[in-house]
């Protein structure tokens, strides 16, 4: 699977994810979504947006996407690996995307969990 598999609400979350685009990314999850990062959980938009804040803030670094899975209708995995000033320099991290539907917009973020 690659990107253009990938759900569009997950599809638009990593483009403004990666081009740090804080509104557009918080757009894509729903009003009560958990994060999980680093041993810390976010949940909600509030604290979601904290760290999109921090994390697009606090380091330079490339990302590439370098894989996709399909776990299930509602269960996807993006693996990107990540270049950067952040200690240790390089890591390959598994963005695993928990999808539900809000509304007649569709899927929505519930939950992501960033892992190495």
Known sequence: MNDEELPAVITRYLTAHH???LDPALACYTDDAVVVDEG???RG???IRA???RS???YKYTIE???????????YVAVHHLEGDFPGGVVDLRFRFTLIDVDSDGAHIAELVIEP
């Open 45 to 47: 938009r509030d604290e």
């Open 19 to 21: 081009a740090r685009d």
């Open 40 to 42: 810390r959980t976010y």
């Open 51 to 53: 760290w999109l804040s």
């Open 65 to 75: 996407l370098m894989g996709t899975e399909r776990v299930d209708d509602r269960h």
């Open 56 to 58: 697009a803030s606090e």
